[in-house]
């Protein structure tokens, strides 16, 4: 008798928001979102995590500063 391939249901991905700027995040971009950069002199943003984008208008920090 011909048995049909059994489909497994895909496994969820647990996606969190970040709470540094409010975007979904899942597995694959963790550090992104939670790991501290050290980043300068900029008083405002070191130790943020690499999404944070620093408000600071003569922030000089390449990862941080704002480009809006």
């Known amino acids: 008798m011909d048995q049909l391939p059994t489909q497994q249901p895909e496994p969820r ?3 969190q928001s970040c709470w ?3 975007e979904d995040y899942g597995p694959d971009e963790r550090a992104r979102h939670t790991e501290p950069v050290q980043c300068g002199p900029c008083i405002v943003c070191a130790g943020k995590p690499a999404c944070c984008s620093c408000r600071l208008m003569y922030c000089v920090c390449e990862v941080h500063r704002y480009r809006g």
């Open 20 to 22: 540094h700027c409010g």
């Open 13 to 15: 991905v647990e996606r």
